[in-house]
């Protein structure tokens, strides 16, 4: 190997290092009113969603942050595995305690996905764009993926708290996937060339999370939302209710459900589980 080579070798490797999670460098990022936000950083845990939600029932306060360097387990929707390697991405769950009606619940994913849309194209200068409900594309592949999970109050008309988990994979992840995901899945650095500062993107997500959260009673996140979603205008198949079903996907109403339109005319409105683009 030439000195030429083994230069180029080592600024490959430095350009593809990914900074250390720092809580005191997220808060330098956070708008001046967030800037009592607790934030405990984790160097690995089976999941940021897990150790959040253990938090919450023992009282952790409105807006504690728990991020990790790697899961072991994380999770995904549907319960899937996201998978979580060491340095590779921002892995971290946001503890909330919404005083808004139940009926408002299930617009916590959506929101949120605006609110990590936005925070990637500030730090990227890319378009990302949502696939309904809660994963995050830039040009066609997956880079990451939302899952929330709460508990209602005693009275059931409120959350207790609930609990957003954030997966995005920011550097290369492409020896850590299996064949099939590979086809799907990506990374910012993969398709942008890009590497942002992790704790700065941690930051940026929850200063959008602070704007869009609460702009889920009137609803005026949904213009955002339906910006970026994609699967309207496309064929579709989709899983609810323990049934598949085919149509076009023709728009998202003002719960953030996606509405899909069968071949007999009729349309309806999905408000859970998982549509995906129909295979030619």
């Known amino acids: 190997m030439s000195l030429n080579d083994e230069n180029s070798e080592k600024m490959s490797a430095a350009a593809?290092?990914?900074?250390?999670?720092s809580a005191e460098a997220i808060l330098s990022g956070l708008s001046a009113d967030n800037q009592d936000r607790k934030i405990i950083v984790l160097d690995e845990t089976d999941s940021t969603n897990n150790e959040a939600k253990k938090l919450a029932a023992e009282g952790a306060p409105h807006g504690t942050v728990v991020i990790a360097d790697s899961q072991t387990?994380?999770?995904?929707?549907?319960d899937r595995r996201f998978v979580s390697p060491a340095g590779k991405g921002l892995y971290m769950s946001v503890i909330i305690r919404?005083?808004?009606?139940?009926?408002?619940?299930?617009?916590?994913?959506?929101?949120?996905?605006?609110?990590?849309?936005?925070?990637?194209?500030?730090?990227c200068g890319c378009e990302v764009q949502i696939k309904w409900v809660n994963d995050l594309y830039i040009n066609g592949k997956k880079i990451s993926g939302i899952l929330t999970e709460?508990?209602?109050?005693?009275?059931?008309?409120?959350?207790?708290y609930a609990v957003i988990?954030?997966?995005?994979?920011?550097?290369?992840?492409?020896?850590?996937?299996?064949?099939?995901?590979?086809?799907?899945?990506?990374?910012?650095?993969?398709?942008t060339g890009n590497i942002p500062d992790r704790n700065a993107l941690c930051a940026a997500v929850l200063n959008e999370l602070d704007t869009w959260l609460?702009?889920?009673?009137?609803?005026?996140?949904?213009?955002?939302?339906?910006?970026?979603?994609?699967?309207?205008?496309?064929?579709?198949?989709?899983?609810?209710?323990?049934?598949?079903?085919?149509g076009t996907a023709v728009g998202i109403d003002r719960?953030?459900?996606?509405?899909?339109e069968l071949s007999n005319g009729e349309i309806i409105n999905l408000n859970s589980g998982e549509a995906n683009l129909l295979k030619k």
């Not at 593809?16 to 999670?21: D, F, H, Q």
């Not at 990590?116 to 194209?121: D, L, P």
């Not at 709460?150 to 207790?160: H, I, M, Q, R």
């Open 73 to 78: 387990s994380g999770k995904g929707r549907l």
């Open 98 to 123: 919404p005083e808004f009606d139940i009926k408002f619940a299930p617009m916590i994913t959506s929101a949120a996905a605006v609110a990590a849309s936005i925070a990637v194209e500030e730090l």
């Open 16 to 21: 593809t290092e990914i900074a250390a999670l």
């Open 165 to 191: 988990g954030i997966g995005i994979n920011i550097c290369s992840i492409t020896e850590h996937l299996d064949e099939e995901l590979k086809l799907r899945a990506s990374s910012i650095e993969d398709e």
């Open 150 to 160: 709460s508990a209602v109050n005693s009275g059931g008309k409120s959350l207790e």
């Open 255 to 260: 719960n953030a459900n996606l509405m899909v």
């Open 214 to 246: 609460g702009k889920i009673e009137d609803r005026s996140y949904i213009t955002e939302y339906r910006q970026r979603e994609f699967l309207t205008g496309k064929r579709i198949t989709a899983e609810s209710g323990g049934k598949i079903i085919s």
